[in-house]
């Protein structure tokens, strides 16, 4: 078979080692070929493409980032978008495709599905919010990036008697600051899945300054929000943000700087704000995102030649399974409550 391979949405650790998962394990169980796009669907639109042999793929593994580029293109955009994908597609005699992506990038293949288009689908998003999978490549090295942020952010905290809030990733779900905020003992963990009040947090890092403890790791995810009133109106128009992408997704950032400025006005202790951004998609993957990555790109093959097309691979107690794309892109997976409360909430404040 000639599978076509592509990488589209943010970049994140451990793709390369699904493209190179799948192309060894093609050639060598199946005698495949395997075509990667370039830049995502944006590759598939322009017939951009590239052979991807076994000695191109080998040592790619724990390079960061996408051999084959990434974007954020939708094909839907235009009206001929499906149909200049079909071209494509018949013009390279792709007989499947393997997506790897998020929301947006699976939520393409599942549309272009409708059309006919041969998808299997590998879940990927360092925010861990796609559904259908226990967890997505990406996200551990995330969250090991930002633990590691927050035990040197820690140090200067301590030696300035400060506030110091670190803004990480995470638009519609908390999971990087939940995982993250634990495992760096941060004193105040807030996710856009429950609304913090403003006045609550500073009177609990009050407490905490009183009882002897002079610094403060705050961790945010960059779509938390306060309550409804004055405060949500204020945070609002300090990140308000024009630009979208193809998506229709608001540029996020901002509220970080907003809290710390908060929270030094209202408490009268200094505050800094670290906003990692990019930084937590960068450098090499972890070993665990690696295996994962490297078992999702082996399930992708095999659903491509038991003709599972529509379907993602998926982790579930351990396995790799398959499941719909459509059920994977249905809705956001928002972190677990009892996690954030009951587990979390324990050690904050």
Not at 82 to 97: E, N, W, Y
Not at 168 to 196: K, S, Y
Not at 304 to 317: E, I, K, N, S
């Amino acid at each position: 078979m000639r599978i076509g391979i592509l990488t589209g949405g943010g970049d994140c650790p451990g793709l390369n080692a699904v493209i190179r998962a799948v192309v060894l394990t093609g050639e060598s169980l199946h005698g495949d070929e395997s075509i990667g796009f370039l830049d995502g669907w944006k590759g598939v639109l322009q017939n951009t493409a590239e052979a991807l042999s076994v000695e191109r793929c080998r040592d790619i593994m724990p390079i960061g980032g996408t051999i084959l580029g990434t974007s954020r293109t939708n094909p839907f955009a235009t009206e001929d978008g499906p149909q200049m994908v079909l071209s494509t597609l018949a013009a390279r005699g792709i007989d499947a495709l393997v997506a790897i992506g998020g929301e947006d990038t699976l939520g393409v293949a599942n549309r272009l599905g409708a059309h006919g288009v041969p998808i299997v689908g590998v879940p990927k998003t360092i925010d861990n919010d796609l559904a259908g999978t226990e967890v997505t490549f990406g996200f551990d090295t995330a969250v090991q990036i930002a633990t590691d942020a927050i035990d040197r952010l820690r140090t200067t905290a301590e030696s300035h008697h400060r506030v110091i809030v670190c803004e990480v990733m995470g638009r519609h779900a908390g999971w990087i600051a939940t995982h993250a905020g634990m495992a760096g003992g941060a004193a105040e963990i807030l996710v856009p899945e429950v609304p913090f009040d403003l006045e609550a947090v500073c009177e609990r890092l009050t407490r905490r300054h009183a009882g002897n403890q002079f610094s403060s790791i705050v961790v945010i995810s960059e779509g938390a929000v306060p309550v409804a009133g004055a405060d949500a109106e204020s945070a609002q128009r300090a990140r308000a943000s024009s630009s979208v992408d193809p998506f229709g997704h608001a540029r996020l950032g901002g509220i970080g700087s907003w809290l710390a400025d908060e929270l030094e006005r209202r408490t009268g202790f200094e505050a800094r704000v670290t906003t990692l951004g990019h930084v937590q998609r960068g450098g090499t993957p972890t070993a665990f995102d690696r295996v994962l990555a490297t078992r999702f790109g082996v399930a992708a093959v095999a659903g491509v030649h038991d003709g599972a097309f529509g379907t993602m691979v998926a982790l579930r107690c351990g396995e790799i399974v398959r499941v719909p794309i459509a059920v994977a892109v249905a809705e956001v997976k928002t972190v677990d409550l009892a996690l954030y409360r009951d587990v979390a909430g324990v050690f904050l404040g």
